[in-house]
């Protein structure tokens, strides 16, 4: 008998993301309907691209010309300048390095943050979907409701926890407490990937005598590929978009990028550089829109997946 | 004549309890532990952090007395309900849009979905400085010859919350389309098929059949994002930062201010136990419904 290989490309969430529009019927190409249709929808996409390209054209005038105060125009003599200032001298308050410092502070946080969680979240969801044991699913059950409570309930023990174990104001600091905090969510994904893969699967790798371990690196990782991309996906996006622990957890010469860019912008002191500012935002906003951009429905599934549940 | 010791049932299927170990300890210490542990010393003294003086229900009696607190939490309800209304409208106005199989489908759908890419701290500076009164829009259409022409939302006290809603519905709409379209598109087919048939306008169709039967994603979508309203923090930090005044001051900033820079920690517990509240009354009845259906189903 042979196992036929199951082509796993899809999650259940992804399902109803297929391409295959089902709505009305359509209508004939161009009538008024159509062209109201496209309108609204262009009106929509030009709020929603505005910041952006408000944010470009500002960032490469020169200060006089930001001053004329015409947001919208686009430069009439384009300037690098405020880019390298923003990446290289930027002031964050105390040190003038630039945004340089936080985005090597945000590789080295959301770096081991990333292997750590899915690592771990991948085990559990492996447990969670082919070893249930007595109990599995009240704790997972927990975990996901747990997801909700807002953070500050919990940041207080877990200052004093962090601080007990030597690790508060510190790189490991914020990397255990994103590790915490990531796991409902990518359990929640692995756990329903796994449950959806064929049983056979998994009772042909026990008949061969492989064992809880073996049968998880050698059979289901290799074959979970897609999964962990999303995972990879949604956990770099998220850890670099992190204000919060990293403000509290990391320590000041830890600083990841969004903390260093809201010092940089909200800094009360010296004139006001809108241009380097915009720089700045765009620097710290493009690590998660080349993630984005490139990932397409990775991305989506990743955002999707905490709502769809398995 | 030897009787087979039973294993311990504590150790069956020992390596997938090992393998569950970071979870469970998760939700025991993490999502229990510290939860527990916030709600007791939230009725303690303590200004710094000797909490073992417990004086009651003295804290949350200050906390309902102090008036940035009450302004928070007027400002989260606003924002909230406005919040949760207008991306719900938008976020299904623009699903069943792009479900009417149009071209570059996946181009609209990518602008649309970006800036939920972006953080808080990303999004609060742009519309910072485009709503900035000196410099942002206000002037650029003054410029363009609308003289009187007034948009300052983020400079006035009673407008400063709509600023922050401006920002917030531009970051998180994408999301809620996202889910809206998947929704619509869950629906079985046949139901367009009986619509027609029936002569029912389109519009009427997503309105009164559709919509109803997106009852799961629609709960669903609510839940989550009511929960991220919530935890409103980075956004007002880095576009308002609670100002002006404290016009734009809400709870999650409330509690880190009193536990980071005030070092009040007992008040800070005592507030986030209310946070806590009000989650627990959002997410029960959703529970209770969800498991109430499985457990009927079965």
């Known amino acids: ?40 929808l262009l009106v929509a996409a030009v709020y929603y691209l505005l910041p952006l390209y408000v944010m470009m054209m500002t960032s490469l005038k020169g200060l006089p010309e930001i001053r004329l105060g015409n947001i919208f125009a686009p430069p009439v003599e384009i300037t690098f300048a405020p880019w390298a200032k923003a990446w290289d001298t930027a002031c964050t308050g105390l040190y003038c390095e630039g945004l340089k410092v936080g985005f090597w502070n945000s590789v080295k946080i959301t770096i081991p943050s990333v292997v750590m969680s899915i690592t771990i979240a991948s085990v559990n969801g492996y447990a969670l979907s082919n070893w249930k044991f007595k109990g599995s699913e009240v704790f997972f059950t927990i975990l996901i409701f747990g ?11 877990l200052v004093i926890v962090t601080r007990e174990l030597g690790i508060f104001g510190s790189l490991q600091g914020v990397i255990f407490i994103h590790t915490i905090f990531g796991m409902p969510i990518l359990t929640l994904l692995f756990r329903n990937y796994f449950a959806a893969l064929p049983e056979e699967l998994f009772k042909a790798a026990r008949v061969d005598g492989a064992g809880f371990w073996g049968i998880f690196l050698k059979v289901l990782v290799p074959m979970s590929a897609p999964i962990f991309v999303v995972a990879v996906i949604l956990q770099v996006t ?58 397409g429905r990775f991305f989506v599934r990743g955002v999707a997946a905490g709502a769809v549940k398995g | 004549m030897s009787i087979a010791k039973r294993p ?11 393998a569950a170990l970071p979870m469970i300890a998760t939700t025991l210490l993490v999502f229990l532990g510290c939860s527990i542990w916030t ?19 003295a804290q949350y009696e200050r906390l309902f007395r102090t008036s940035r607190w009450l302004i928070s939490m007027e400002n989260i309800v606003i924002y909230g309900v406005l919040s949760l209304l207008i991306s719900f409208v938008i976020g299904f106005i623009l699903a069943a849009l792009i479900d009417q199989k ?31 009164p000196s410099l942002g829009i206000q002037e650029t259409v003054r410029s363009w010859g609308f003289e009187n022409f007034t948009f300052d939302l983020i400079a006035n006290r009673g407008t400063v919350l709509y600023a922050l809603l401006i920002a917030g ?16 598109r869950g629906v079985d087919r046949e139901i367009w098929n009986a619509a027609r048939v029936d002569g029912i306008p389109v519009w009427k169709t997503y309105l009164f059949v559709i919509v109803p039967m997106m009852r799961g994603v629609m709960v669903t979508t609510l839940v989550i994002v009511a929960a991220g309203i919530v ?68």
């Open chain 2, 169 to 184: 519905i531009w970051q998180g709409t994408g999301f809620v389309m996202v889910l809206m379209l998947a929704g619509i």
């Open chain 1, 147 to 157: 997801s909700f409570i807002p953070y500050q309930v919990m940041l207080y023990p």
């Open chain 1, 238 to 295: 998220g850890i670099w978009n992190d204000f919060l622990f990293g403000v509290i957890f990391s320590g000041v010469k830890n600083f990841p990028m969004t903390v260093q860019l809201n010092n940089i912008v909200n800094t009360t002191q010296g004139v006001k550089e809108y241009n380097v500012n915009m720089a700045a935002t765009l620097l710290t906003g493009a690590v998660p829109l080349a993630v984005y951009f490139f990932s």
């Open chain 2, 231 to 298: 935890k409103l923090y980075d956004l007002v930090v880095a576009m308002t930062q609670g100002g002006p005044g404290i016009a734009s001051e809400v709870p999650a900033k409330y509690v880190y201010d009193f536990m980071f820079a005030r070092a009040n920690v007992g008040q800070a517990l005592a507030a986030s136990t209310v946070m806590l509240t009000t989650v627990l009354i959002i997410l029960i009845p959703w529970v209770y419904l969800e498991y109430g259906k499985k457990k009927a189903q079965r």
């Open chain 2, 102 to 132: 149009i071209r570059f489908e996946d181009t609209f759908r990518t602008i649309y979905l970006y800036p939920f890419a972006l953080s808080f701290i990303v999004t609060g500076i742009v519309w910072q400085w485009i709503l900035n």
């Open chain 2, 8 to 18: 311990n049932p504590l150790f069956r299927n020992l390596n997938a309890k090992i």
């Open chain 1, 1 to 40: 008998m042979t196992v036929e290989p199951y082509e796993i490309t899809q999650t259940k969430p992804s399902k109803s993301f297929a391409i295959e529009p089902s709505g009305a019927k359509p209508l004939r190409r161009f009538n008024p309907t159509r062209i109201m249709l496209y309108s609204v």
């Open chain 2, 39 to 57: 709600v007791i010393y939230s009725f303690s003294k303590s200004r710094a952090l000797s909490l073992n003086e417990f004086v009651g229900f």
